[in-house]
């Protein structure tokens, strides 16, 4: 039996992980529609394409597992979408808006990631999570470096 709940509980992680770059690439998807400055457009465009290949390959794993991959909350990411507007809308600087709230849900993903490896994945399944969790901090270090941009008035 200690198997199994090992098994459901690397399953549930790998669900999350999954639904959660879902979520993600679809907010970046949203923001391109938002935000005006051209070099955040392609960042969040670049950022958006890994995500999807990240659910690519997370739902291999998931499959790999005997499970079969969750399906996003909608109602759950329309209301983050709407929040996100809303902010954006009342903000003085909208740009920022978009980049804080993806650097939060980056972060989120990266902490998630992290939990996840501490579990014992078979070696291809932490491979897969090891390359995520390396991407995801270069994601993280380019939303700081855009971010930090922003703030000093560089572009």
């Not at 659910?55 to 996003?72: F, H, N, S, Y």
């Amino acid at each position: 039996m200690g198997l199994n709940m090992l098994l459901d509980e690397m399953q549930i992680a790998l669900n999350e992980l999954l639904v959660t770059y879902q979520e993600a690439a679809d907010h970046f998807e949203d923001a391109v529609n938002y935000v005006q400055r051209n070099d955040t457009k392609q960042l969040f465009e670049t950022v958006r394409e890994g995500h999807n290949q990240a659910v690519d390959v997370l739902t291999e794993q998931v499959r790999k597992t005997g499970a079969l991959p969750r399906a996003q909350d909608t109602d759950r990411e329309e209301a983050r979408q709407i929040f996100t507007h809303v902010k954006a809308a009342l903000s003085d600087d909208e740009h920022e808006v978009f980049l804080n709230d993806r650097m939060r849900h980056e972060k989120q993903i990266e902490a998630a990631i992290a939990d996840a490896l501490q579990l014992p994945f078979e070696a291809e399944a932490k491979a897969c999570l090891e390359a995520l969790h390396k991407r995801e901090l270069l994601v993280i270090a380019e939303l700081e470096t855009a971010l930090n941009e922003r703030a000093t008035g560089i572009r």
